[in-house]
C-alpha cells in the first residue's frame, strides 16, 4: 500500500515538473523565419541551424507541443515502439522542395521523443 502511494505521488511530481516547464530560449534562433520555411526550400533554415544546434540542450525534456511551438510542424514525421516518435526538419533545399516533397537525403534535424513524450536526442543527420 505504502509503495503504491509513493508511487502515486512521485508519478504526480513528475506531471507537474513537466507541466511547469517553460519554453525554451533558443538565442540566435529566428523560429518565425524557421516556420515560414517548410521542407528548407527558401534556404532560410541553414543558416540558423549552428545557432540552433548550440543551443540544442535547451530543448532536452521539452514536449512535443513546445517543439512544434517554437519550430513549427515537422517535415517528416517518423512513429516507433512504445509511443516514441522522431522530427525532422530539412535544413537545405533538396528534393522534398519538388511537388510531391519525397523523401530526400538532404541534411536534415533530427528530434527524438522518448516514452514520455520529451525530447532525449537532437542530431543532424550530416555535420554541418
Known sequence: MLLRRLSLLS?????????????????????????QDPFACQNRRATQAKAFLQAKEELYGSTTATVESLLGRPDEEELAEQTEKTYYYYLVPG??????????????????????????????EQPL
Open 11 to 35: 508519478s504526480g511530481l513528475l506531471l507537474m515538473a513537466a507541466c511547469n516547464r517553460s519554453r525554451p530560449v533558443l538565442p540566435g534562433l529566428d523560429t518565425a523565419a524557421w516556420r
Open 95 to 124: 528534393p522534398q522542395c519538388e511537388p510531391s516533397h519525397r523523401r530526400s537525403a538532404a541534411n536534415k534535424l533530427r528530434i527524438h521523443f522518448g516514452s514520455l513524450g520529451t525530447v532525449t536526442e537532437v542530431l543532424t
